[in-house]
């Protein structure tokens, strides 16, 4: 667990956490149903795409500043 403390006018973390990490897991596989794998490549499809519409709205909106830009000069 962290603490954030304070030491005159200055905050400081101190830290007394133990490491929750497992050893010897390597070995261990979650296998989930069919019909998981299926729910999550859908998302990861859907995902995908968003992040495409996102990356051509700021093409779209640099360009359009970039008009704006030409026309003001």
């Known amino acids: 667990m962290n ?3 304070n ?3 200055r905050p400081y973390m101190t830290s007394t956490a133990t490491s929750s990490r497992r050893s010897g897991v390597e070995g261990l596989r979650f296998v989930g149903p069919e019909r998981l794998a299926r729910n999550l490549q859908s998302v990861l499809v859907d995902l995908i795409e ?5 990356k051509h709205g700021v093409a779209g909106l640099a360009c359009g500043v970039d008009h704006l830009v030409e026309l003001n000069r």
């Open 50 to 54: 968003l992040h495409l519409q996102g």
């Open 7 to 9: 030491q005159g006018d």
């Open 3 to 5: 603490a954030v403390t």
